[in-house]
């Protein structure tokens, strides 16, 4: 009898969290559903790009606002942000453009929860969708750079180490971090193992998963003789216009300091 409540019990959970699982991962779709359809209402047709990868996906697009082209920067917002995110994104899409930069920000794939099958998945998609961004990019003449944050910005940065997406001239990543520490070392040892340059911008406001991992990241940097690597610790909200403002200026003079 115990046996069999037992095992009654643990059919239940596990049934349970599969059907939460489900629905997390409905909300998360349809959720990104309600923001694309809302940012189609904020911004015009000539700023709006649709591109396919997993399956069509908007992006927002401006060109530079200078007379001459340095490139195109591709912008990957954080997990459940979105390709206008008021957290660094939406200010680098609409400053660098005075600078030189086209710039191109995609909608990240949604995502229910931080479980090894959900990552994967959102590596994948987000492999494709970076992909689709990068062949678009390169229609323009110049320079492709990414800027990605967050998890986001760890998971470009681990594709990047295991050479699944096309090369560009610079990586950027702001906050980047997994809540997992044995990921985070990953994290840390994939900066480290590829050669794209990477300027890798944190914030005194950020997570323990992104602070107690800096120095590890330095190490290993010098450690593997990567050639260019440059580490940036700012303070200030990332929604704050001073912060962000300062984040521009790191990139803007770390993008001149390489040539770019």
């Not at 643990?10 to 991962?25: C, P, Q």
């Not at 047709?45 to 992006?59: G, I």
Request: net charge neutral; glycine share 4%; aromatic share 10%.
């Amino acid at each position: 009898m115990r046996r069999n409540f037992t095992y009654l019990l643990t059919t239940f959970v596990f049934s349970f969290l599969y059907a939460t699982a489900a629905i997390f991962s409905i909300y998360a779709s349809a959720n990104n559903v309600f923001i694309e359809a809302d940012l189609q209402r904020q911004f015009p047709d000539t700023e709006r790009v649709q591109l396919s990868a997993d399956s069509t996906f908007m992006a927002l697009s401006r060109p530079r606002m200078t007379g001459y082209q340095k490139g195109t920067v591709v912008l990957i917002a954080d997990i459940n942000e979105h390709a206008a995110s008021p957290k660094y994104i939406n200010y680098l899409r609409l400053n660098l453009t005075e600078l030189g930069w086209n710039t191109l920000s995609i909608m990240p794939p949604a995502i229910a929860s931080f479980d090894p099958s959900s990552i994967d998945s959102y590596q994948q998609q987000l492999q494709q969708r970076t992909a689709a961004a990068i062949t678009y990019a390169s229609r323009e003449p110049g320079a492709i750079v990414i800027i990605a944050q967050g998890s986001s910005a760890a998971i470009i940065n681990q594709l990047y180490a295991e050479q699944q997406l096309p090369n560009v001239m610079a990586l950027i990543i702001v906050g980047a971090y997994l809540p997992e520490l044995a990921l985070n070392k990953q994290l840390a040892e994939a900066i480290a193992a590829h050669t794209i340059p990477v300027l890798d911008i944190n914030n005194s406001l950020d997570n323990r998963f992104v602070l107690t991992q800096l120095k590890q990241r330095q190490q290993l940097v010098k450690k593997n003789f990567k050639a260019i690597y440059r580490q940036r610790l700012i303070t200030g909200s990332g929604y704050d216009a001073s912060s962000q403002d300062w984040v521009l200026q790191e990139i803007y003079g770390w993008l001149v300091s390489i040539g770019l």
